[in-house]
């Protein structure tokens, strides 16, 4: 039997859109427990193959993209309509501004989370400083800052006035094929899934794989699962390197098919750069470990933060040559198949239906009692 709390959950895009797993999956989950009510913003031409989760068992509504500001009306009609105890807002620009603005028109005004799941990319440092002193002047007005990694807190809200809670990233267990190994293994088949964008600076990842081709004496392979404007340019820099053939770029595909396919290979690659996501966890770590692959990633805090939680990497510098010579001794020596069964058990405790439960239903009654005045707020 499903609690009356009611929620109302504001998403920056459509429900089920590829890159904003914890919007979709963290109500999908709640579903099954409150009385949940979705409401997106974006185009409604959105490639099929960029939604990769459907759920018509919530009550969702689809506006157009709009504006941020235009926005506001939107959220303050949805609130007035459906008087929801909790409002759980997904970060996009001014987000954290919406509950002190919402409150100078609703006299019944719900608790208010803002959840930010990644940090500003590519945004000049002056409107990212502004942005960053209105989001800490306002921040007092939000009952709880949500998010899954603190450092995307402190650059977006540097000196939050509220509630902080620490999220970590989750994954939907069952999308994802393991294989049982029986015994240990060298690793000769690599895999990368992620955008193509010049900000990822994947051209290290590349120089360093080329160096390895060039370094083992096995015939090890990279498959590059992603697009974005940087493909033409990383694909000249491979055929530069004169490793056509040992790397492949395999496009766009959707996500439920990579899922399929992680499994086939032996080790996956989390290379991210430190400037614009050194801080925040990688998704695909987790995406990897479902998987049963081995993982290398790059030594960013983000990614130490996920290792020291659980999950185990080879960590490498963001150089091509330490890439290099962190891979090279796994593609002729056998890989600790207890490394891959302890990873696949990290990320089955990081379920989206474990995490849910046990980070946001607690705040979910405890804010939902204080709006009550069964308990005071603190």
């Not at 960029?50 to 009306?73: C, F, K, Q, W």
């Not at 060298?186 to 590349?206: E, Q, T």
């Not at 479902?290 to 933060?305: C, E, V």
Request: glycine residues 6%; proline residues 7%.
């Amino acid at each position: 039997m499903k609690s009356d709390i009611r929620i109302l959950y504001v998403l920056r895009n459509r429900f089920g859109t590829l890159g904003s797993n914890s919007s979709f999956m963290v109500p999908t989950v709640a579903n099954q427990d409150f009385d949940v009510r979705v409401i997106d913003f974006g185009s409604f031409e959105v490639e099929r193959d960029l939604i990769v989760y459907e759920n018509a068992g919530i009550d969702i509504t689809s506006y157009p993209h709009l504006p941020t500001m235009l926005r506001l009306p939107v959220v303050r009609e949805e609130i007035e309509r459906s008087k929801p105890d909790i409002v759980h807002h997904f970060y996009h620009n001014c987000s954290v501004a919406f509950p002190f603005l919402l409150r100078s028109c609703l006299p019944d005004m719900p608790k208010y989370i803002v959840d930010i799941r990644s940090p500003p990319v590519n945004q000049p440092d002056e409107l990212r400083r502004r942005d960053a002193a209105r989001n800490t002047l306002t921040s007092r007005y939000c009952d709880v800052l949500a998010t899954h990694s603190l450092g995307s807190v402190g650059a977006i809200v540097p000196d939050a006035q509220c509630e902080v809670l620490y999220a970590p990233p989750g994954v939907d267990i069952g999308s994802f094929k393991q294989p049982a190994p029986s015994e240990s293994a060298p690793l000769r088949r690599f895999v990368y899934a992620g955008s193509l964008a010049a900000s990822r600076k994947l051209d290290v990842m590349i120089e360093g794989f080329s160096a390895l081709v060039k370094s083992s004496q096995e015939p090890v392979t990279l498959d590059i699962f992603g697009d974005g404007p940087a493909r033409g340019a990383l694909e000249a820099l491979v055929k530069s390197c004169g490793t056509e053939g040992r790397i492949s770029f395999r496009g766009k595909i959707p996500h439920a098919a990579l899922a399929g396919q992680l499994s086939a290979f032996d080790a996956g690659l989390a290379y991210i750069p430190h400037e614009w996501f050194g801080d925040a966890p990688a998704l695909k770590l987790l995406e990897y470990a479902a998987s049963g692959l081995a993982i290398f990633a790059s030594a960013t805090s983000g990614l130490l933060k996920q290792q020291e939680e659980g999950i185990h990497a080879e960590r490498f510098a963001n150089t091509a040559e330490d890439f290099c010579s962190v891979l090279l001794p796994w593609t002729s020596n056998a890989y600790p198949v207890h490394i891959l069964n302890q990873n696949r058990l990290h990320a089955e405790s990081q379920d989206w239906r474990v995490l849910v439960k046990r980070d946001y239903y607690p705040v979910y009654t405890r804010l939902a009692a204080s709006r009550a005045g069964l308990i005071h707020d603190g």
